[in-house]
C-alpha cells in the first residue's frame, strides 16, 4: 500500500524513476482515476499525472477531488506535488526551484470541499471548517528543502502561490494587484487541491519550479509552449528532487494535517 504518492503537474506525466510500475484504477463517489504505483528505494510511490499523460485536462477541469479520493482510498498519507509557475519576484528566476509555504486562492467555478453536508455523494455528511492557516505539511516542506539543498539546486525555502482559474495567463494589471497582496508566484492547480488533501488529513506539499516571469514583468508573450519546454529542461533535476526529498520523509506523521478534521466539525 503506498503511503507517499507524486502528483504530476504540467511537464511531469510520468513516473520515470519508479519500478514494476503497475496501474491501479480507483474508483471514487467523484469518478474513476488511473494511478501508477510504482517502487522506489524500497518504498511504494503512487503517481498521477493531473493533467492526464496526454495534457488533455485543463486546470479548470480537473477532478481534484476524484484524484484526491483515489490517493486516500490507496492508503496514501503524504502528497508531494510540482507545479510550474509564472514568477512575481526578481529573486525567483526561471529555473528556480520554490518549496511553497503560502497560497491566495483567486480561482472561482471549481469544488473545493469533500463536506457538502446531505448532498455529499458518500457517508461523509457533515459538514466541516479545516483550519489552513498553513496549507502545506511542515515535515513535507522540510524534506523538500533538506533534498534541494543536498542537490545543490537553486531553490527558495518559501514562496507565496496565487492561483488564478486560468486557462489563461494573467493580464499585466492582474499580476501588478498580486504583487501587491504578497504573491511570489502565479499558477493554475493548487487549490482546490491542497485543501482537498487537508480535508481528508492528508500531508501535502508543492514544489513550484519557476518556468517564465508572469505577465507585465517579462517581456515576451507567455505560451504554454516555453512552460512545457523549460518543464522538459529540468525534469531530469524535478525527478532527483521528488526521489532524494522521499528518504527524508519521517515514517511518523507529527504534524497537524493527520488531525485536521479535529474540531473542524464543531463536535
Ligand atoms: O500547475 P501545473 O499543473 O504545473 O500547470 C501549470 O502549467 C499550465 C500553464 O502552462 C497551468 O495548468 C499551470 O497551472
Ligand atoms: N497562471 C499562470 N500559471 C503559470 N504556469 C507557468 N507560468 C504561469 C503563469 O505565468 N501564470
Redesign the pocket.
Known sequence: MPRIAIIG????YDPKLLQNVREEFVSTPYGKVRVKVGEYDGEEIAFLA??GEGHSV??HKINYRANIWALYELGVERILS????GSLNEAMKPGDFVVLDQLLDFTKTRHYTFYDGDESPHDRKFVAHVDFTDPYCPELRKALITAAKELGFDYHPTGTYACME??R?ETRAEIRALKILGADLV????CPEAALARELEMCYASVAIV?NFAAGISTQKLT?TE??ELMAKKSEEIKYLLMKSIKYIPKERHCGCKDALKGATGE
Do not use: C, K
Open positions: 503537474g504540467s511537464g511531469v493531473r493533467h485543463p486546470p510540482t507545479s510550474a509557475v486560468g486557462p495567463f499558477g493554475m492547480t493548487q518556468t504554454h512552460v512545457v
